[in-house]
């Protein structure tokens, strides 16, 4: 009849069919969206449905509670905060669950799905995050919400939100730990005997594969069940650990190497000389002092904990071996000062000793002096005498500790001090750096 119909078109066959088949496919959408909005107004419509009630148990039975799938799709994570112990995130959260009240017949499978906008009108769980802080959805064009109802009365419910997550963290060996931050969800009104959240079978947790974070690297995460008991009752609870390795690279270039040299850089005091007082308390005060900054600009970036981090450790031995070089220098100029003293006290005996012999060996007589020597010998003198003259001594041979004959080639105490001190120090560092990296790098963790 419409080829008929056509035939009368001379020239433009083609053409009719053409529209002729626009307008069987428009009338075909137009059949397709009255059928879905029946379905709509069969399920959902005035007094049909009550969203108050939540869905039946299991096998249909209202004894059972309501079992909600959940999975997560992590799209972001912005910043991981170590003074306020919080991190944004943000993700698009999915549920699902059954309601045989949404059943409907697919027309043979014409109708995969129904989409809802206004997910108001159908039962949702009231899931809540229990360690939120901060929260918000996404209405940017419109409100990213999806809500699928199926023919079996399966409810896909998804939605794209931001969260700042509460994330305690243990900082005892910052910066070489690992911290574990939590997404907790819970029921807020029902308890286990209505509602029951399970995470998804198959990927329960999803990330984005293009995830970057600046001092961190997302390593692993757990998903878990937490199921709380209060004394309203006992409450469905999951929860998905993140766990976080903090990139050890940036602290290593802004805070281990700089130590590293202000702690060489005091050293080379023990190198100048003793007597280059102002040089040698320059570079002390001033190692000491940047070392000292240091430590409070890094102190002020970390929360007051009471417990001691494994970079208190470095910073407070680093510390102490430039404040070590410091008063290494106030023992060798005591040991300095001390040596002249005594030097000067032995050349005044030395000159007192000499003139006091000049005085008793000497009788002066007007312009002339002479030397008293004994006029008389006793056989008892000349005896000895000879018997001395025939003495040998012979000295028991000593062991020779060669550090000690090492350090007899210095003069002086003060100098003995520094050669010891540039080797110590040095050999004291690298033994603490031997300790400290085998501690905190070979550290057994249980996360």
Known sequence: MK??????????????????????CACAKANYRHIEKRILDSII?????????????????????????????????????DVTMEYSVQLTFREQWRDERLQFNDMDGQMA???????????????????????????????NVLLRIYPNGEVLYSIRISLVLAC?????????????????????????DDLVFLWKVDDPVQVTKNLHLPRFTLEKYNTEYCTSKTNTGEYSCIRVDLIFKREFSYY???????????????WVSFWLDQNAIPARVSLGVTTLLTMATQTSGINASLPPVSYTK???????????????????????????RTHMHKQAAKQQRKWDIEHSSLDTDHIEDGTNTFAM??????????????????????????????????????????????????ILFPLMFALFNLVYWITYLFRNEDV
Not at 4 to 24: M, P, S
Not at 65 to 70: E, F, G, L
Not at 171 to 192: E, F, N, R, V, W
Not at 253 to 266: A, G
């Open 3 to 24: 080829l008929n119909w056509c035939k009368g078109f001379d020239g433009a066959l083609g053409l009719c069919l053409f529209l002729l088949l626009l307008a069987d």
């Open 45 to 81: 419509g005035p007094g049909r449905y009550d969203s108050r009630i939540r869905p039946h148990g299991i096998n249909n039975t209202g004894y059972g509670p309501a079992i909600v799938n959940v999975n997560i799709y992590i799209r972001s994570i912005s910043k991981i905060d």
């Open 113 to 143: 799905y129904l989409t809802l906008t206004d997910p108001n009108k159908i039962w949702k769980p009231d899931l809540f995050f229990s360690n939120e802080k901060e929260g918000h959805f996404h209405d940017i064009i419109m409100p």
């Open 168 to 192: 305690p963290m243990d900082l005892k060996y910052y910066p070489l730990d690992k911290q574990t931050c939590s997404i907790i969800m819970a029921s807020y009104g029902y308890t286990t």
């Open 252 to 266: 290593l270039i802004q805070i281990y190497i700089p130590c590293c040299m202000l702690v060489i850089v005091s």
């Open 310 to 336: 494994a970079i208190d450790v470095w910073t407070g031995v680093c510390l102490t071996f430039v404040f070590g070089a410091l008063l290494e220098f106030a023992l060798v100029n005591y040991a300095s």
């Open 373 to 422: 020597k004994p006029l008389v010998h006793h056989r008892g003198d000349i005896h000895s005498d000879k018997i001395h003259q025939c003495e040998i001594h012979i000295k028991p041979q000593k062991s020779i500790n060669p550090c000690k004959a090492w350090l007899n080639k210095f003069p002086s105490r003060s100098k003995r001090i520094d050669v010891m001190s540039r």
